[in-house]
């Protein structure tokens, strides 16, 4: 149980990562500020921004369910673990910090429900 509890406070941190980063670009959008002086990489254009704020979403509601044990947040967060390891590579660097953060949570939750059962007995 301690597994699915490091997994869910690792999946909450990382959607209030994601969303906090939308957060971050609405200065930028609402006053015109370039993104060059503004930040020192380029700023995602506001679409990837929305996804993130999207995809932060759901990470942190499977990240609370899993932290209440429920079924559907230990599915919901596995599914969103392996979609990100899938993408991390469009999304460098940022995805970068995905592919850690993710691994971290999916390891831990397959460990967890797994345990030491083996292939064959």
């Known amino acids: 149980m301690k597994r699915y ?34 930040i020192p990489f380029d700023a995602p254009p506001p679409e990837i921004a929305i996804a993130g704020l999207i995809w932060g979403t759901i990470r942190l509601t499977g990240g609370v369910a899993l932290f209440k044990n429920l079924f559907w947040g230990l599915a919901l967060s596995v599914i969103n673990c392996i979609i990100a390891l899938a993408m991390m590579i469009t999304l460098l660097p940022f995805g970068i910090m995905d592919g850690i953060l993710a691994s971290a949570a999916l390891i831990l939750m397959l460990t967890q429900y797994f345990g030491k059962k083996k292939i064959v007995e």
């Open 5 to 38: 509890k490091a997994a869910a406070i690792i999946m909450i941190a990382h959607g209030l990562i994601e969303i906090g980063g939308f957060f971050s670009m609405l200065p930028i959008w609402l006053f015109g500020a370039q993104p060059a002086q503004a």
